[in-house]
């Protein structure tokens, strides 16, 4: 079982900046991929970016590419986004996810169903 605990949310202003962190704990867990997923109001949760542990490729939707980078600290078990350049329409909450186990083939890092643990969500708040 892994926990994963978010931090870094917050209410800003249109071109600022912020930090999201996750740290990841359990018993003699692994960590295969770490992700962070966006939920509006009235909206389906929707990915933003995603880190493979072992090689540290990253991989982004195309709205977020170029504001907001995803970042790994090994021993720490945690994983960053540094958001910058921020909108009103990136307003949500944001949640961690993570999973343990290899994958055969092509990871759909994407997909919410790749993700075995979840955090409990942080308020991401952008006013114009």
């Known amino acids: 079982q892994v926990q994963l605990v978010e931090s870094g949310g917050g209410l800003v202003q249109a071109g600022g900046s912020l930090t999201l962190s996750c740290a990841a704990s359990?018993?003699?867990?692994?960590?295969?991929?770490m992700g962070w997923f966006r939920q509006a109001p009235g909206k389906d949760r929707e990915f933003v970016a995603a880190?493979?542990?072992?090689?540290?490729?990253?991989y982004y939707t195309d709205s977020v590419k170029g504001r907001f980078t995803i970042s790994r600290d090994i021993p720490k078990n945690t994983v960053y986004m540094q958001m910058n350049s921020l909108k009103p329409e990136d307003t949500a909450v944001y949640y961690c996810?993570?999973?343990?186990?290899?994958?055969?083939?092509?990871?759909?890092?994407?997909?919410?169903?790749?993700?075995?643990?979840w955090g409990q969500g942080t308020q991401v708040t952008v006013s114009s």
């Open positions: 359990g018993h003699a867990f692994s960590l295969y991929a």
């Open positions: 996810a993570a999973r343990s186990s290899g994958y055969a083939g092509i990871p759909p890092y994407s997909l919410p169903g790749l993700y075995d643990y």
């Open positions: 880190i493979n542990w072992s090689t540290g490729n990253t």
